[in-house]
């Protein structure tokens, strides 16, 4: 984005939970932690922050940081 390059979106409507890689280190230690207590047995734990965001906004939010306007192509999303 600084060097002035557009950036592809594949499905600009799609959301996506961005987490912190210590926030989710913290969830795993804590889980484990229970496991070892016996405070719980088969559980799903979902780590995640709860606020998703588009990668539309990503893009602009990084733009904005960055001081430039972004150029954004929108591309349908891809099979697979």
């Given at each position: 984005?600084?060097?002035?390059?557009p950036?592809?979106?594949?499905?600009?409507?799609?959301?996506?939970?961005?987490?912190?890689?210590d926030?989710?280190?913290?969830?795993?230690?804590?889980?484990?932690?229970?496991?070892?207590?016996?405070?719980?047995?088969?559980?799903?734990?979902?780590?995640s922050?709860?606020?998703?965001?588009?990668?539309?906004?990503?893009?602009?939010?990084?733009?904005?940081?960055?001081?430039?306007?972004?150029?954004?192509?929108?591309?349908?999303?891809?099979?697979?």
């Amino acid at each position: 984005m600084r060097r002035g390059e557009p950036i592809t979106i594949f499905d600009r409507d799609k959301t996506i939970d961005f987490t912190y890689v210590d926030d989710c280190i913290h969830g795993l230690i804590l889980g484990i932690e229970k496991l070892y207590r016996g405070e719980v047995v088969n559980e799903t734990f979902n780590l995640s922050s709860g606020s998703p965001a588009s990668l539309a906004l990503l893009a602009e939010t990084v733009a904005a940081n960055l001081g430039v306007v972004p150029t954004i192509i929108d591309q349908p999303i891809q099979p697979g």
